[in-house]
């Protein structure tokens, strides 16, 4: 069949089915590479999302913390404001009044120490609603 054959090369023909052969091996090669780069690709991927789903949960403790910060600090101003209330009724009214005498000691224990008025009851009312709401 060869001899038949005399006008086409052998050596072109080999260096055809070497061309095709290479070529395959180069393909072959080439697609190995991006199936391993698309399975570190999807590792990667999988990596990723569980780094997303590690930072949303991170998220959502934060803002519960914030919003548990936030109310306590409502309340802390709540009662550092009723504080601020009893402080100023105490420098405007005039708690106690001691009258003292210096001529006897029985006339000391005979003599209120404290003058009963409005603004004590008031008071009294204020540091039991205080002593309550703490």
Wanted: charged share 25%; net charge positive; aromatic share 2%.
């Amino acid at each position: 069949v060869l001899k038949k054959d005399e006008n086409v090369p052998w050596t072109g023909t080999l260096a055809i089915v070497h061309s095709y052969v290479t070529h395959k091996t180069v393909k072959e090669e080439e697609k190995r590479k991006l199936l391993k780069k698309g399975s570190e690709l999807k590792s990667e991927h999988r990596q990723l999302e569980e780094k997303e789903r590690l930072l949303n949960n991170a998220v959502k403790k934060c803002l519960e913390l914030k919003n548990s910060l936030l109310a306590q600090q409502k309340g802390t101003q709540s009662s550092l404001e009723r504080l601020k209330t009893l402080i100023r009724l105490i420098q405007n009214e005039q708690m106690i009044q001691v009258t003292m005498t210096t001529t006897t000691t029985s006339s000391l224990l005979t003599v209120p120490w404290i003058k009963p008025s409005s603004a004590s009851a008031a008071m009294h009312k204020a540091l039991q609603q205080s002593q309550g709401n703490n």
